[in-house]
């Protein structure tokens, strides 16, 4: 009897709901609850608006190509899966596969770190604490994460459903609360020269749209779970479509909802703002519970997220281009434990030693090219090499929305500023020098060649 590979251990309890659930915590998170200021005062007024519309428009553009290659690749880890089909798996999909590793586990930790760090300072809200005592809170909730992850995905799938409800009851009160006490008035209160369309006003937007597509990331998430997944050749695409729209949805009315009751000259500037709107709504108590909630769904989010990328190591593990532990599955709750214990240690760690400054800039620059730009190129490479019957879901449209999620992709790498972008650019550049290294050592793609022309001499 020969033994399963690993990924064939992984057991398939996720269908649709569950993954609509899981993939709209990880958009929601603490997200849209510290952004919304920032995304205020790029824009200098309720014309911020258009900045949550050209997050949705780019988050579907770029679902579609998602959507497309989940369902084509329905395997665990999403990107690197894809990358290395789509680029040569004995060639380029090598390099860019464990480029995308490399981005991982760098970026990864830092995503969980970041959402733990902003965890904490939204306590201080209800209980002040001190700088010690907030690093505290970030590392138990991490462990807190840990402890619920480490089950059979059926488990976790039901767990997801349940915090899901308190994501989406909470956004559903705030808005509710804004619309029974929504003011027109206010709410378009547009400064003189709001809609001018200068070179200030896109800089402005681009700013603005670096903070919203950073509060609609997660859309993808399903695709790293992509081997546990119920018919995921129907269930990836409509999972992730259908949280696009939701969240986008919901973002749009949240926005709306507070800018008709907090003026933005006042929002613009507030830490707490969706307590501040409450607090203004219906008093401190009221206020208190929001936050209380709030938390719930950066809990939820983070929950997700380390779900996501624990698969993505494993899935490099399994294919032999990363450390063979990671490829371990827990003998009785079948899911790969070494890889979700080694990336929570990591962001356990993240969470006490960095601070919360600039970090969405950050994560951005560093995810853009390899993951999201490759990808767009890569499902045009994909239409051309493979049959139709391959690809059970095709984007609508083709080939505009992946082109012009190119393009999207393309510009916001610029508005994240040089500094940021240098720096992507940098772990890009300090990734394939890591690469070539081990590579020249393993006799693997580029010198795999070399090194039969040098055996055959």
Known sequence: MSTPLPE??????????????????????????????????????????????????LSLLDGLVWAELGAAMPRAGGTYAFLREIYGPGRGGRLMSFLYIWQTLIQAPLVVASGAIGF?????????????????????????????????ISAVGTISKFLWIGVVGTMAWLIWGGVTHFSARMAFDFPPGAWN??????????????????????????????AEIREPERNIPRAI?????????????????????VPWREAQNSQYIVSTFVERLYGPRAATFATIMILWIAFASLF????????????????????????????????????????GAASLAFSVLFRLSSVI????????????????????????????????????????????????????????????????????ALGIVTYMIQARYRRIWPFAVVAATEAQQ
Request: include cysteine; proline fraction near 5%; aromatic fraction near 14%.
């Open 241 to 261: 479509l259908i949280s696009i729209a939701g969240i986008a949805v919901l973002y749009l009315a949240m926005q709306t909802s507070i800018l008709g009751v």
């Open 304 to 343: 997700t997220t380390l779900l996501s990328y624990s698969r993505v190591p494993f899935a490099a593990a399994e294919d032999g281009n990363f450390f063979p532990v990671f490829a371990r599955v827990h003998p009785k709750k079948h899911f790969p434990h070494v890889s979700l214990l080694f990336l």
């Open 8 to 57: 064939e251990q992984l057991e398939r309890g996720l269908g649709l709901s569950e993954a609509v659930a899981l993939n709209m915590n990880a958009m929601v998170g603490i997200g849209p609850f510290i952004v919304i200021p920032l995304v205020i005062q790029a824009m200098g007024g309720p014309q911020c608006l258009l900045a949550w519309v050209a997050g949705a428009v």
């Open 197 to 226: 369309w200068s070179w200030l006003f896109f800089a402005g937007l681009g700013s603005a749209s670096v903070n919203t597509v950073y509060t609609y990331l997660g859309y993808y998430h399903i695709c790293n779970l992509g």
């Open 120 to 152: 904490s300072q939204y306590l201080t809200y209800l209980i002040p604490l001190g700088t010690y005592e907030q690093k505290l809170i970030s590392a138990g909730l991490v462990l807190l994460l840990i402890g619920l992850l480490y089950r059979r």
């Open 361 to 428: 800039k950050a994560i951005i620059a560093v995810r853009l090219i390899v993951q999201f730009i490759s990808q767009g190129v890569g499902v045009m490479i994909l239409r051309r090499r493979w049959p139709p019957e391959r690809l059970p879901f095709k984007m609508w449209l083709y080939p505009w929305p992946a082109l012009l999620a190119i393009l999207g992709w393309v510009a916001l790498f610029y508005s994240t500023g040089w500094k940021f972008a240098l720096g992507g650019l940098g772990v890009i």
